[in-house]
């Protein structure tokens, strides 16, 4: 059983920085892509960032890009996203979710396993 456990979230001011992290469990992590997807109220789950089961290649939301960072650790099990420049409209519950076999996927649809979500309040 693939569980995925997210941590980090919290509120922020605008401009701040948080790092959330998700422990994997129940698969050999390193086969698989990772992302992580986001959803604020009244809104749909929209991708953030994804990253290979290698970690070699790494993708981001346009949004985001230039202020967002996923990275893995492969012996840990455990993938993080490090967000910098934070603004308002990044306010949202944060998903991390597990792909395909050394697949990597930008949309929802392309990952089967996600985690209960963490949530991130960035304050103007």
């Known amino acids: 059983q693939v569980q995925l456990v997210e941590s980090g979230g919290g509120l922020v001011q605008a401009g701040g920085s948080l790092r959330l992290s998700c422990a994997a469990s129940g698969r050999t992590f390193s086969l698989y892509g990772m992302g992580w997807f986001r959803q604020a109220p009244g809104k749909e789950r929209e991708f953030v960032a994804a990253?290979?089961?290698?970690?070699?290649?790494?993708y981001y939301a346009d949004s985001v890009k230039g202020r967002f960072t996923i990275s893995r650790d492969n012996a840990k099990n455990t993938v993080y996203l490090q967000m910098v420049s934070l603004k308002p409209e990044d306010t949202a519950v944060y998903y991390c979710?597990?792909?395909?076999?050394?697949?990597?996927?930008?949309?929802?649809?392309?990952?089967?396993?996600w985690g209960q979500g963490t949530q991130v309040t960035v304050s103007s």
């Open positions: 979710a597990v792909g395909g076999f050394r697949r990597v996927g930008l949309n929802a649809g392309e990952y089967d396993y």
């Open positions: 990253i290979s089961w290698s970690g070699t290649n790494t």
